[in-house]
């Protein structure tokens, strides 16, 4: 799992100029993160076409292949349109775990797609690596369950000025 995040990371930066909400980025970056962690190996990198359930949750994601596309498409259209780069990451940590459109590792696609306007405006990316995971958790849950997005918001904003804090303020590696 960390060597799949370590080519995630590199694949967001070296393609710094190319990146985007699109497709190519998301699904590229699903696939980086679920290489060799999936059940069905062929569903890395690939919208799910199966049902699935989240552990700790009486919520269901949204079925059927064509609708769980559809919506996936708007959901990348949407982040596209949003010009903050806060605004944007934010949106994708909310509605991307939400829809669930991959078998598993939607919250890390979500998490590192944040990170994509941060990169392409040479901003300090995001980190979630000091956040208790039962709080994280819990945010998602609070979204799941009850569509309140307050702890998940207070969770990102306390990562973000963590990661800002751990790398100085320092931009993307690579990046002018």
């Not at 190996?41 to 199966?50: E, F, H, K, M, V």
């Not at 000091?130 to 702890?151: C, P």
């Amino acid at each position: 799992m960390i060597l799949n995040h370590k080519e995630a990371i590199e694949f967001l930066i070296t393609s710094a100029p190319d990146i985007g909400f699109d497709r190519y980025t998301v699904l590229n970056l699903h696939g980086l993160l679920s290489d060799n962690l999936l059940q069905d190996p062929g569903a890395s990198g690939r919208l799910r076409t199966i049902a699935v359930g989240i552990g700790q949750t009486v919520f269901h994601p949204l079925e059927g292949p064509q609708r769980i596309e559809e919506c996936f498409d708007q959901v990348l259209d949407t982040a596209a349109a949003i010009n903050d780069p806060f605004e944007q990451a934010f949106f994708v940590m909310v509605h991307l775990p939400y829809l669930q459109p991959f078998e598993d590792v939607n919250k890390r696609v979500a998490r590192l797609a944040g990170n994509i306007g941060f990169i392409r405006q040479n901003l300090c990316p995001l980190s979630f690596v000091d956040v208790a995971q039962h709080t994280y958790i819990s945010a998602m849950l609070g979204i799941y369950e009850l569509n309140r997005v307050e702890l998940l918001r207070d969770v990102f904003v306390w990562a973000y000025k963590r990661s800002c804090a751990l790398l100085g303020g320092a931009p993307v590696a690579g990046r002018a």
